[in-house]
């Protein structure tokens, strides 16, 4: 399972940006028929990380 990170946080700053867990298999099959859906994932944990929410 391709793991997200915990969230470090819990202040206000981090309510409703928790990390999704997806498998490996999940993340290939969004590479292979919607990409838009597994960029949305990535944004989402890329955005989490920035408000250091999670690691």
């Given at each position: 399972m391709i793991a997200l990170?915990?969230?470090?946080?819990?202040e206000a700053g981090c309510a409703g940006?928790?990390?999704v867990f997806i498998a490996p298999a999940t993340a290939?099959?969004?590479d292979a028929t919607d990409?838009?859906?597994?960029r949305?994932?990535?944004a989402h944990q890329t955005y989490g990380?920035?408000?250091g929410c999670w690691e």
């Open positions: 990170s915990a969230c470090a946080r819990t940006w928790r990390p290939a099959y969004l990409q838009p859906a597994l949305g994932l990535l990380q920035l408000l």
